[in-house]
C-alpha cells in the first residue's frame, strides 16, 4: 500500500536526460509520421514513465509497480520536444484513493529545461488487488 | 468548417503483432502482455492487447495531420476504457473519428473517438490544437 505521507509530495529525479533524434525518428517510423523536427506528442511517455518509475520506486512510496495498470494518460505541451533538448524530471504523487481494494495514484511528471516546463503529464495508475 | 459541432473524416489504422514489437522498442514498454499470448492468456487476458499509449499514439498521429503538425498540439488526453485486442498474425483495425466541441481565439478542442473490433476502446480523448 501507497504511504499516506507520499501524497502530494514531489520526488526530483538524479540525472538529466537528452532526447536523441534517433529516438524521435524511431517513435515516428512506428505511428508512420513522416516530419521528425519535433516529437509527437505521447513520445514523452518514454521518458515521463521510466523516470517516474524510477524516482518512486523508493520502498518509503510503498508504490508496487509489478501490478500496475495504466487508466488514463494526459499531456499538456508548452513546448514541444527536439532531438538534443535535455530535460530534469520530477514527479508528484497528486491523488491518491482506494477503490474495490485496488490502489488508483494520479502521478504528474514535468519535464523540465532548466526552470521552465517544456512538458506536463499526469498518469492514473491503477495497483490492482 | 471549423465550427463547434463539425466533423473530421475518419481514419483507419491497422494494429498487427508486428507493430506492438515495433512500439515496444521505440517506448521502452517491453511488458510481456503486448507481445507473448502464453503470458497474456496466463494473467487473464483474452489475447495478447496493444499498448494503451500505442493506441494513444496513433490518435495522436489523426490529431496532428489534422492540426498540420505535432508542433500545434497543446493538451492531449485519453482514458484506456477497453482493450485492443491483437491475436497473432491478424490486421486488427483502429478507426478514429473526431467532433470540434470548441473553437477559442486560435485554438480548437476535439473530442475523439477510437473503436476497435466494434468496442469503443478510449474514454474522454480530447485534444486541444493551435489552428
Same mark, same amino acid.
Request: charged share 15%.
Given at each position: 500500500m501507497l504511504n499516506p505521507d507520499s501524497v502530494g509530495r514531489t520526488f526530483e529525479g538524479a540525472n538529466s536526460i537528452t532526447v536523441t533524434q534517433s529516438e524521435i525518428d524511431a517513435f515516428c517510423a512506428v505511428i508512420g509520421?513522416?516530419?521528425?523536427s519535433v516529437a509527437p506528442p505521447t513520445f514523452s511517455i518514454r521518458i515521463s514513465l521510466e523516470q517516474s518509475q524510477s524516482i518512486l &520506486?523508493?520502498? &518509503?512510496?510503498?508504490?508496487?509497480?509489478?501490478r500496475l495498470v495504466h487508466g488514463d494518460q494526459k499531456f499538456e505541451i508548452f513546448s514541444p520536444i527536439k532531438g538534443g533538448d535535455t530535460f530534469t524530471c520530477s514527479s508528484t504523487i497528486e491523488n491518491y484513493r482506494v477503490a474495490a481494494g485496488n490502489e488508483i495514484v494520479t502521478v504528474r511528471s514535468d519535464l523540465k529545461s532548466g526552470s521552465a516546463i517544456a512538458l506536463s503529464s499526469w498518469s492514473t495508475l491503477v495497483v490492482r488487488a | 468548417m471549423i465550427e463547434v459541432g463539425a466533423a473530421l473524416p475518419t481514419h483507419t489504422f491497422t494494429i498487427n503483432r508486428e507493430l506492438l514489437k515495433a512500439y515496444a522498442d521505440a517506448s521502452g514498454?517491453?511488458?510481456?502482455?503486448?507481445?507473448?499470448e502464453e503470458f497474456a492468456l496466463s494473467v487473464g487476458l483474452p489475447n495478447v492487447i496493444a499498448h494503451g499509449m500505442l493506441t494513444m499514439a496513433l490518435v495522436g498521429k489523426f490529431v496532428t495531420d489534422w492540426a498540420g503538425g505535432?508542433?500545434?498540439?497543446t493538451h492531449y488526453g485519453a482514458r484506456f476504457i477497453k482493450p485492443v485486442i491483437v491475436p497473432a498474425n491478424t490486421d486488427v483495425d483502429l478507426t478514429v473519428s473526431a467532433v470540434i466541441s470548441a473553437v477559442e481565439d486560435g485554438s480548437v478542442t476535439l473530442d475523439l473517438t477510437a473503436i476497435s473490433a466494434g468496442v469503443k476502446?478510449?474514454?474522454?480523448a480530447k485534444a486541444v490544437v493551435k489552428k
Amino acid at each position: 500500500m501507497l504511504n499516506p505521507d507520499s501524497v502530494g509530495r514531489t520526488f526530483e529525479g538524479a540525472n538529466s536526460i537528452t532526447v536523441t533524434q534517433s529516438e524521435i525518428d524511431a517513435f515516428c517510423a512506428v505511428i508512420g509520421e513522416t516530419n521528425t523536427s519535433v516529437a509527437p506528442p505521447t513520445f514523452s511517455i518514454r521518458i515521463s514513465l521510466e523516470q517516474s518509475q524510477s524516482i518512486l &520506486s523508493d520502498p &518509503s512510496i510503498g508504490l508496487d509497480w509489478t501490478r500496475l495498470v495504466h487508466g488514463d494518460q494526459k499531456f499538456e505541451i508548452f513546448s514541444p520536444i527536439k532531438g538534443g533538448d535535455t530535460f530534469t524530471c520530477s514527479s508528484t504523487i497528486e491523488n491518491y484513493r482506494v477503490a474495490a481494494g485496488n490502489e488508483i495514484v494520479t502521478v504528474r511528471s514535468d519535464l523540465k529545461s532548466g526552470s521552465a516546463i517544456a512538458l506536463s503529464s499526469w498518469s492514473t495508475l491503477v495497483v490492482r488487488a | 468548417m471549423i465550427e463547434v459541432g463539425a466533423a473530421l473524416p475518419t481514419h483507419t489504422f491497422t494494429i498487427n503483432r508486428e507493430l506492438l514489437k515495433a512500439y515496444a522498442d521505440a517506448s521502452g514498454d517491453q511488458n510481456p502482455i503486448h507481445q507473448n499470448e502464453e503470458f497474456a492468456l496466463s494473467v487473464g487476458l483474452p489475447n495478447v492487447i496493444a499498448h494503451g499509449m500505442l493506441t494513444m499514439a496513433l490518435v495522436g498521429k489523426f490529431v496532428t495531420d489534422w492540426a498540420g503538425g505535432s508542433s500545434n498540439v497543446t493538451h492531449y488526453g485519453a482514458r484506456f476504457i477497453k482493450p485492443v485486442i491483437v491475436p497473432a498474425n491478424t490486421d486488427v483495425d483502429l478507426t478514429v473519428s473526431a467532433v470540434i466541441s470548441a473553437v477559442e481565439d486560435g485554438s480548437v478542442t476535439l473530442d475523439l473517438t477510437a473503436i476497435s473490433a466494434g468496442v469503443k476502446v478510449l474514454g474522454m480523448a480530447k485534444a486541444v490544437v493551435k489552428k
